[in-house]
């Protein structure tokens, strides 16, 4: 098949092309580098299934494919709140673009959205039939909103014009090729640990979620893109929940640091908790994380080594 990924240069989806052309299929990297960086992609320029196209999804493409995996978004609160009128616009502008490619084409199409829709959720663990708790007017509403208004273009899609579409949920997700200065959790602490600086845990360090490891996460995409009569939404993420003052001192004792915890403010609207009810993935797809927290941050951590080593 010729796939389409958009957002394909970020973290996920540069892992999601290897995937894909792993298993033999033509893939079109699309991305704008706001977030996204050409050294994800570099190991797979030289192969000849391999396209990439610098763009922007707020402005419409014509291309033929046969399916999308709309992954286009700043996904870090730090980069998704710095131009947030833009993440809007890739949420409303983009995601209605691809919608439009996928309906002239009849490729099937799967939108990455997140655990954000929930918000600071009021029932725990997260069930796809809840409804969330956003604040719409919020720093974190460009993002929450826009995802969210994302998943009502696609079900509007599905319903008026009969799109094949998906909808995934992505929870938290780590592992190499997050980038550097991403400013999400697993970087920050990974990237200050290595260089032997203060572990800037936000608020008291009791919030908690739940990380699941790149390679479940590119699993569990591929198998909903190719479940058939399943639109979702799935959440995809893996249940095993702690406190993110337990994330800083596992990354202290995984790297042997020296570095010592700081407590700074919390940020504003920040979930005091989250983790995903795997049930329907589980139940529908046959999808389950398999990777354990040590073994995902002792790759991560090898590879933050690696990123620092060339600096
Ligand atoms: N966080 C932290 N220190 C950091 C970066 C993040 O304590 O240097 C906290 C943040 O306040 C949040 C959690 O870690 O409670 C996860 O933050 P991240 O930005 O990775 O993702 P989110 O789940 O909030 O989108």
Redo the contacts with the bound molecule.
């Keep these: 098949m010729r796939i389409l990924v958009t957002g394909g240069a970020g973290f996920i989806g540069s892992h999601l092309c290897e995937t894909l052309l792993k298993d033999r299929h033509e893939v079109i990297c699309l991305d704008n580098y706001f977030t996204g960086s050409k050294r994800n992609i570099y190991h797979l320029l030289d192969s000849h299934n391999f396209e990439v196209l610098r763009h922007d999804i707020i402005n419409p493409i014509d291309i033929e494919v046969d399916q999308i995996y709309n992954l286009a978004c700043p996904a ?2 730090v980069f998704y709140q710095f131009n947030p009128v833009r993440t809007v616009q890739a949420n409303v502008l983009g995601v209605t673009n691809m919608l439009e490619l996928a309906k002239r084409t009849r490729a099937r199409i799967l939108q990455a959205s997140t655990s ?1 829709v929930y918000g600071d959720p009021q029932v725990h663990p997260q069930k796809e039939d809840y409804w969330g708790n956003v604040n719409p007017i919020g720093v974190r509403s460009c993002y929450d909103e826009g995802k969210r208004v994302a998943e009502t273009l696609m079900m509007d899609y599905y319903r008026q014009h009969q799109l094949d579409i998906k909808i995934v949920r992505i929870f ?1 997700t780590y592992g190499p090729r997050m980038a550097i200065n991403d ?4 970087s ?2 990974m990237v200050q640990a290595l260089k032997g600086e203060e572990i ?4 008291k ?1 009791q ?1 908690t ?1 739940s990380f699941c490891y790149i390679s479940d996460l590119i699993s569990g995409l591929l198998a909903m893109m190719n479940a058939e009569q399943l639109t979702g939404p799935v959440n995809l993420g893996n249940p095993s929940e702690f406190t ?1 003052l337990t994330l800083a001192r596992k990354i202290i004792d995984l790297t042997g640091s020296k570095s010592k915890i700081t407590f ?1 403010p ?2 504003f609207d ?2 005091s908790k ?1 983790q995903p009810d795997i049930s329907l993935a589980k139940n529908k797809l046959g999808w389950n994380p398999t990777v354990e927290i040590d073994d995902g941050l002792e790759k991560t951590i090898h590879y933050f080594k690696q990123v620092l080593d060339e600096f």
């Design positions: 870090s609160p954000e938290n400013g999400r959790v697993v920050n602490f800037t845990v936000y608020g360090g919030q979620r993110i700074n919390l940020p920040d979930p989250r």
